[in-house]
């Protein structure tokens, strides 16, 4: 099994990053990723206005996949998380939703104790999951780690977790996939900026699906899909999710544009990741007994 340790990794998604690993479709990999703050928080009296804001979301790689060409999608299993003992969370004057209110700059250590995440007298179970996951975009762009969008990217959607399936599309031969900002636990807007950020390894698998391409980011779990789409304005990301479902529906069922949007009102439910990167994300989640992963791609 291939192992890729932390400190090989990238801020931004890019066809120029050099990869640091190679792996073959169905061959495990660890990723080793830093917290999002660069592992600089170490204790609460840590005075924040001494943090290097150029080592914040690190993704570690990128892994280049054998096989993978533009057109075709990634698939990427999540086979487990393992988190470090504790993490971090914090509030900076200026970020999140309330980032305009007076309030003093914070960080709190959260110890991870059989399975609870604990933050001062309150304990709440873990639910690991990958904040910033994605490949490299189409074309020159370099995307850098904290920004969302067709690529994947700081998504930190919720759903992205272990047993989790993502697939992502494919921009350039061999992908170029990286992944960090793991949260030991994260509520869907992640609303003052930050979760439980912490170290992890990853344990990974690939496939890819020839000349098929996902529009964007898309999550399977045991029971639905979920779109993942993103905008600067949070309405924008509801309209491309909602124009993606209803295309789907409108392939998996041969029915018309009309009939299709009058069902996603009964059949598709939307759902907010994030409100607080430089893009908001949502995702539209449609039941399996609706839509098949083949109704959700789009030939090359």
């Known amino acids: 099994m291939k192992i890729v340790p932390k400190e090989k990794g990238i801020y931004a998604f890019s066809k120029f990053n050099k990869p640091v690993e190679t792996v073959k479709p169905g061959e495990l990999i660890v990723l080793e990723t830093e917290d999002a703050v660069g592992g600089q928080v170490k204790s609460e009296d840590m005075p924040l206005e001494n943090l290097d804001w150029s080592r914040v979301n690190k993704a570690t790689g990128p892994i280049y996949i054998e096989g993978a060409e533009k057109g075709d999608t990634l698939v990427v299993d999540i086979l487990d998380i393992q988190l470090a003992p504790q993490g971090v969370i914090l509030v900076i004057p200026g970020a999140g939703v309330l980032g305009d209110l007076k309030f003093n700059p914070r960080a709190k250590i959260v110890k991870i104790e059989n399975g609870f995440a ?108 979920s779109i993942l789409t993103s905008d600067e304005d949070l309405d924008k990301a509801v309209r491309i999710a909602a124009d993606e479902a209803v295309k789907a529906i409108m392939r998996a069922k041969g029915w018309s544009f009309e009939e299709a949007y009058m069902f996603s009102s009964l059949g598709v439910k939307v759902a907010i990741n994030q409100v607080v990167d430089p893009k908001k994300g949502v995702r539209a989640i449609i039941p399996k007994s609706i839509v098949t992963i083949n109704d959700l791609l789009t030939s090359s």
């Open 118 to 225: 604990v933050f001062k007298d309150t304990r709440l179970p873990i639910k690991p999951m990958i904040g910033t996951i994605g490949v490299a975009p189409e074309g020159d762009e370099e995307i850098p780690t904290a920004v969302p969008y067709k690529h994947g990217g700081n998504m930190d959607c919720a759903e992205i977790g272990k047993g989790a399936r993502l697939y992502l599309p494919v921009s350039v031969d061999g992908a170029l996939f990286a992944a960090g900002d793991v949260h030991a636990v994260q509520e869907d807007g992640e609303l003052c900026v930050a979760s439980v950020e912490i170290e992890a390894k990853l344990l990974l698998r690939f496939d890819v699906i020839k000349g098929r391409h996902a529009e964007w980011p898309i999550v399977e779990t045991d029971d639905h899909f």
